[in-house]
C-alpha cells in the first residue's frame, strides 16, 4: 500500500532503516544550484508493492528514484529503507571498455555472489532477455536495445527479495524482451520484492503496478490504485516489430510513422548487421491491417504482430490535474 503524509518537520538529510515498509520518504527535498528539483515528498511504500513514477521530462522522476538508489543524497528530509538487498538500473548504462560477461561478472562479485552462482545467474538473464550472441562484444559497440538488456541484467543479478530500482526498464527492449521482462517482474513482485520503477509502457503499468505516482514539478501531485487505473483503459493495440534491410526501405518506412493510427515507433540499428534497422511499432487495432501493408510495400520485413487485449492510456494520466 503506498501512502501520502503530510509533515511540517524539516532537518538535515538523513537515512534510517525501518522493518515496517519496504521505503518511507519523509520531507524529502532536493536542488541542483538554485532549481528545487523534489518538493518535500512524503510516501510510504510497502515491501512487495510495486510502485511506478510517471510524469513529463524534468518533473524529477530519475532523481527520486537516484535518492532511493543512494546514488544522490537529499538537501533534506529522511530517506528510509529496509535492511535488504538493493538492486538499481539507471536510464543509461555507461559504454565502459568491457565486454557484456566481463562487466556483468564484475558487478556480480562487487554484489558478493559466489562465482558459480553467478556464472548460473548471468547464464539464466542472458538466455532470457536473448542477449547470448552479445556477451562477448564490448559495451561501446551494443545497440541502445542490447546495452538495455546488460544493464537490466546486472539489476538483477541478486534475484528476487529486497528493493529494485528500474529507471524506464523497457525502453529500446524489443517485444519479446519487454514480455520476458515483465513476466519476471511479476514473478519477483510475488516472491516479496519491492519495485519502484519509472515506466510509460502500458504492459507494466497493466501487469505489475499495483499504484502509480504523478509527478509534477518536483511533488506527487496525483495516485492511483490498480482499480482507479481502469478508468484509463482505452481500445486494443497492436505491436509490430519489423526491420527495414536497405537505408532506401529505412527512408521509406520512416515516412509511415505520421499515418493515422500509428501510437508509437522506436527503431535502433542491428548490431549484427550494418545495413539493417530494427523497428517496434504501436498502433491502434484498427489501423494495424493498413500499416502492415505500408511496411511490407516500403521494402520492410515483419518479424512479429502481438496484439494486447487492453491498452492503460498513459498521455492521460500525464496530463491529470492534481
Aim: hydrophobic share 40%; proline share 3%.
Amino acid at each position: 500500500m503506498v501512502r501520502m503524509r503530510k509533515n511540517v518537520n524539516q532537518g538535515a538529510p538523513t537515512f534510517n532503516a525501518i522493518g515496517h515498509s519496504g521505503v518511507s520518504l519523509d520531507q524529502v527535498s532536493k536542488y541542483f544550484g538554485k532549481i528545487k528539483v523534489l518538493d518535500q515528498i512524503n510516501v510510504d511504500i510497502d515491501a512487495g508493492e510495486c510502485v511506478v513514477l510517471v510524469g513529463k521530462n524534468g518533473s524529477g522522476k530519475s532523481t527520486l528514484l537516484r535518492i532511493l538508489a543512494g546514488v544522490l543524497l537529499p538537501d533534506s528530509g529522511t530517506v528510509g529503507k529496509t535492511k535488504s538487498t538493493h538492486m538499481y538500473a539507471s536510464d543509461v548504462l555507461p559504454r565502459l571498455p568491457f565486454t557484456a560477461e566481463e562487466y556483468l561478472s564484475h558487478m556480480g562479485r562487487i554484489c558478493g555472489i559466489d562465482s558459480k552462482r553467478l556464472r548460473q545467474r548471468i547464464q539464466e538473464l542472458s538466455n532470457l532477455l536473448s542477449l547470448d550472441s552479445a556477451m562477448d562484444q564490448k559495451l561501446p559497440f551494443l545497440s541502445k536495445g542490447t546495452l538495455q538488456k546488460v544493464n537490466l541484467i546486472q539489476a538483477l543479478l541478486p534475484g528476487p527479495g529486497g528493493l529494485l530500482l528500474l529507471d524506464e526498464p523497457l525502453s529500446g527492449l524489443d517485444i519479446s524482451a519487454q514480455e520476458a521482462l515483465t513476466a519476471l517482474l511479476e514473478q519477483w513482485k510475488q516472491a516479496g520484492t519491492t519495485i519502484i520503477t519509472i515506466c510509460h509502457e502500458p504492459k507494466l503499468v497493466e501487469r505489475v503496478a499495483d499504484r502509480v505516482l504523478l509527478l509534477r514539478g518536483g511533488c506527487i501531485s496525483r495516485q492511483w490504485t490498480r482499480e482507479e487505473l481502469l478508468l484509463y483503459t482505452g481500445p486494443s493495440v497492436v505491436h509490430i516489430q519489423g526491420r527495414s534491410l536497405t537505408e532506401q526501405s529505412t527512408h521509406a518506412i520512416s515516412k509511415l510513422e505520421e499515418q493515422d493510427g500509428v501510437l508509437s515507433v522506436t527503431s535502433h540499428p542491428d548490431s549484427s548487421h550494418v545495413q539493417e534497422v530494427c523497428w517496434a511499432w504501436k498502433v491502434a487495432s484498427y489501423a494495424s491491417d493498413q500499416i502492415l501493408r505500408a511496411i511490407l510495400e516500403a521494402g520492410g520485413s515483419i518479424i512479429s504482430v502481438q496484439q494486447d487485449q487492453s491498452s492503460l492510456r498513459m498521455e492521460s494520466l500525464l496530463e491529470e490535474e492534481a
